[in-house]
């Protein structure tokens, strides 16, 4: 299941930079329990002004694609998040190979 939650996560994207949510490394945690599922994540910055946005797509992009009742998000600041987090592919998108 974990799978398909991140398969999922990769459709929701940080609308500032382009690039979804798990290539720019902001996805710490996903579990799944008997259909609840708890997504542990952090935002490129503190004070985000995109922070709901972000967090209300991640829960809709669940509902909506995978056979569950509830989502919980519970977004962190530790540890912060650093470019060194973004994937490879994500590197590619933003041009820094």
Known sequence: M???IKEVLKLVYDPE???SIIDLGLVYDMQCNDGDIYIKMTLTTPGCPMHDSI???VKIALLEKLDI???NVDVVWEPQ???EM???E???ILGAF
Do not use: D, F, R
């Open 69 to 71: 009742q509830t989502v």
């Open 2 to 4: 974990v799978e398909n």
């Open 55 to 57: 967090v209300n797509s």
């Open 17 to 19: 930079l382009g690039i």
């Open 86 to 88: 973004i994937s490879e």
């Open 90 to 92: 994500g590197k590619m």
């Open 81 to 83: 998040w650093t470019p």
